[in-house]
C-alpha cells in the first residue's frame, strides 16, 4: 500500500461565540470539526462530501492551518505541522497550497496574473532570476491550458474556468505535493465543470501531485476520488475506497445523500420508493449528544443517544463507518422507524423540495 503523505488524528476546530458590548465572554462554542482522523495517501484523491455546514472546507483549511486547529495531531510526510512556527511554517507552506472554491472572489482585481503568480514566489524567496521566473510562469500557465499572453492581463478578462485555471496555476507556481480544492468546480457551467476535473487528472499524473478535494457533488467525487470521506455536523461517519462507498452505503447518512442522486435511467427512477428523512439539521453550536446524526435516521435506537459511535473498520475491505447498527442494517435484521420517515411513493403526486429533506430509498415500510 503506498505511504500516507498526510495523518490527521482526532482534528478538533472550534470557534468560539462571544457575548457582551464591552467585555466579551465566551458563551459556547460552534463545532466546526469535531474529532476528524484520516489518512491521504502520496499521489492519491481522497475526496470529502457532505452537505454545507457540515464542517469540509474548514477540515481543509486546518489542514493547511489557515484556520488554528484548537487540538489534534496533523503529520505531512512525518513533519508534526502543528510543531511549527514562524518562518518554517511559512517555509513549509509551499509543500500544500489550496485551490478555492469561487475564482472570482479569490482572485485580486487589482492583480495582473503575472502579478499574482509572482507573488508566491516572492513571498518564498524565489524570485531570484527573472529570466527564470518568466520562463516558470509561462510553463506553469501552459500545464493549465493558458497561454503566455494571460500573464498581462487582469481576472475580469477571463471566462469562469479560466479563472479557475488561474487558481490553480498559483497553487502549482510553487511546486506543492498537496492540493486542498475546495469546490473546485462548484461555481462552474456544467460545460465546464469536466474540463477542469480533467485538467486536475492530468496534473495530477504528471506532477504526483496528491489531491484533498472538497465536494457535495457526489458524480464529481465518484469520478475523481480514490477514497472518499463523508462529512456530518463535523465528524467523518463513512470512508470507503472509490466505487465500494456507491456500491455499498453502510451509514444511514451516507445512504440518504446517495439515494439522492437523480438517476439516469427514467424506468428506474420512476419505480424507486423514497423516504424523506424527518427534522432539521441540528447547530453546530448545539450538537446532538451521542450519535450526530440520530436526530434524522430512520434506524436510531436509544444507544445512539447516549454513545457517540467511533469510525471503525467494518470488516475485510477496509470500509470504516461510524454507526452502531451498520451490521444490522445492513442486513436488514434493522429496519426504520415509522415515526421518522415519510415514505413518498412513485405515484404520489407529491414532490419533494429541492434542496429540503435528503432521500433515502427503503422498500420495508408499509404503504402510508
Not at 113 to 130: C, F, N, P, W, Y
Not at 248 to 276: F, K, N, Q
Not at 340 to 359: H, K, M, Q, T, Y
Request: charged share 25%; proline share 7%.
Amino acid at each position: 500500500m503506498t505511504e500516507a503523505l498526510v495523518k490527521i488524528d482526532n482534528l478538533k476546530v472550534h470557534f468560539p461565540i462571544k457575548s457582551g458590548l464591552l467585555f466579551d465572554r465566551t458563551v459556547g462554542y460552534v463545532y466546526a470539526v469535531d474529532g476528524v482522523s484520516l489518512e491521504i495517501r502520496k499521489g492519491e484523491t481522497y475526496g470529502l462530501v457532505g452537505e454545507s455546514g457540515c464542517g469540509k472546507s474548514t477540515l481543509g483549511r486546518g489542514l493547511l492551518r489557515l484556520v488554528e486547529p484548537t487540538s489534534g495531531e496533523i503529520t505531512f510526510d512525518g513533519t508534526d505541522v502543528r510543531s511549527l512556527e514562524g518562518e518554517r511554517m511559512r517555509l513549509f507552506r509551499r509543500r500544500m497550497q489550496m485551490v478555492f472554491q469561487d475564482p472570482m472572489s479569490s482572485l485580486d482585481p487589482r492583480q495582473s496574473v503575472q502579478s499574482m503568480l509572482v507573488e508566491g514566489l516572492k513571498a518564498h524567496g524565489l524570485h531570484t532570476d527573472r529570466a527564470g521566473v518568466q520562463k516558470r510562469l509561462r510553463a506553469t500557465l501552459d500545464s493549465v491550458g493558458l497561454p503566455a499572453s494571460a500573464l498581462n492581463r487582469y481576472p475580469h478578462e477571463f471566462s469562469g474556468g479560466q479563472r479557475q485555471r488561474i487558481g490553480i496555476a498559483r497553487a502549482l507556481v510553487l511546486g506543492p505535493e498537496l492540493i486542498v480544492a475546495d469546490e473546485p468546480v462548484s461555481a462552474l457551467d456544467v460545460s465546464i465543470q469536466a474540463q477542469v476535473i480533467n485538467l486536475l487528472g492530468d496534473l495530477q499524473e504528471s506532477l504526483g501531485l496528491t489531491y484533498l478535494v472538497i465536494a457535495h457533488d457526489l458524480a464529481v467525487v465518484r469520478h475523481i476520488s480514490d477514497t472518499i470521506g463523508v462529512m456530518y455536523l463535523g465528524s467523518l461517519v463513512e470512508e470507503a475506497d472509490g466505487d465500494q462507498l456507491y456500491e455499498r452505503p453502510l451509514h444511514p447518512y451516507t445512504r440518504a445523500l446517495l439515494s439522492a442522486v437523480p438517476i439516469p435511467d427514467p424506468r428506474v427512477e420512476d419505480r424507486r420508493e423514497r423516504i424523506l428523512l424527518a427534522g432539521d439539521l441540528p447547530s453546530p453550536a448545539d450538537p446532538p449528544s451521542g450519535c450526530r446524526f440520530r436526530t434524522r435516521c430512520p434506524w436510531s435506537q436509544p444507544r445512539c443517544t447516549d454513545e457517540r459511535p467511533e469510525l471503525r473498520v467494518f470488516d475485510d475491505s477496509g470500509q470504516r463507518v461510524a454507526c452502531h447498527f451498520a451490521e444490522q442494517i445492513q442486513s436488514g435484521e434493522l429496519t426504520a422507524h415509522e415515526v421518522r420517515a415519510e415514505l413518498v411513493r412513485p405515484d404520489s403526486d407529491r414532490a419533494p423540495e429541492v434542496g429540503a429533506e435528503l432521500i433515502v430509498t427503503r422498500t420495508d415500510l408499509p404503504a402510508p
